[in-house]
């Protein structure tokens, strides 16, 4: 006698050899396109330092980025770098033994107490409530008389609608900002997403970040006047307010303040 075709073991046997093909075809997708997207999260994160320390790319964007920029992780209580052997341990290593500062997570290594410091209420003007002991910062070579001429440091904060995270360029003063990128945000395209428009970006260029007395003085308002401040975002006030309150705490004692002294002290190295 033939087998019934509509019987209900058929019908559930088709769909499972059917679900097992598929998950087989999703799983080697996943696997095959993770080294793809590592390198796409890693040229996003590369342009975006290079975009901040007016960089331009002229070709392969990881060659440019290596003959540009040196990457250093440093320790925010006291604004001194941490030793190579020791950024291993706390950011991982290749396989030739060198630490992978480049992509270390500090907005994950935020989220555990072990890698994490908690931020009292009072200080946390970006509103971040905790940050990471360490943070990653770019160093920009002078490649014509050798040296340093900038430094990026990530920097993020609250916005209106939610985290907005972006790379700020400061000079061999430790104090003059020489570039900003805004690279992941949610605010409002054409009022608070106006932050990543160069047309407000460039107006930072030249701004100072600290007062005569060494306190955190840039600010993001209107009818903006004098070396610390920059036009507010029309129609995004807001947004506005977020971008200083950032700026104020990662300039602050909490943030790059032990570090940006030190440059200012004795330049960048
Ligand atoms: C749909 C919608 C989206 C908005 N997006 C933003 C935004 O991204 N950033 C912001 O500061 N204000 C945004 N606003 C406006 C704020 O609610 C608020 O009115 C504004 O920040 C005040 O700024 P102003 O004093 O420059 O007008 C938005 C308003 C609406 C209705």
Request: charged letters at 20%.
């Amino acid at each position: 006698m033939a087998a019934n075709k509509d019987s209900t073991l058929r019908t559930f046997t088709v769909i499972g050899i059917l679900c097992l093909v598929c998950s087989f075809m999703v799983c080697i997708a996943v696997v095959t396109l993770q080294p793809l997207q590592a390198k796409q999260i890693q040229n996003d994160r590369e342009r975006s330092i290079l975009e901040a320390a007016g960089i331009g790319i002229n070709g392969d964007i990881s060659k440019t980025y290596a003959e540009n920029i040196e990457a250093r992780l440093v320790n925010l209580a006291n604004g001194k770098y941490v030793p190579n052997d020791k950024a291993a341990v706390i950011a991982g290593k290749d396989k030739n033994g060198m630490a992978l500062i480049d992509g270390y997570n500090f907005v994950s290594a935020a989220r555990l107490p072990d890698s994490s410091v908690a931020i009292e209420t009072d200080k946390d003007t970006a509103k971040i409530r905790n940050r990471a002991k360490y943070m990653p910062v770019y160093l920009v070579k002078n490649t014509v008389s050798g040296g340093y001429k900038s430094v990026i440091l990530p920097f993020y904060g609250q916005g209106l609608w939610g985290t907005m995270y972006g790379y700020l360029a400061v000079a061999g003063d430790g104090n003059t900002v020489m570039g900003v990128k805004y690279y992941s945000h949610n605010e409002t395209p054409g009022l608070g997403g106006e932050i990543e428009n160069p047309k407000f970006t460039q107006k930072w260029i030249g701004k100072k970040l600290y007062d005569a007395s060494d306190a955190p003085a840039f600010a993001v308002v209107k009818n903006a006047s004098g070396d610390h401040q920059v036009d507010a975002l029309s129609g995004a006030t807001l947004t506005s307010n977020g971008v200083t309150n950032s700026v104020k705490f990662w300039t602050d004692s909490m943030g790059y303040g032990p570090y940006l002294q030190r440059i200012k002290k004795g330049g960048i190295k």
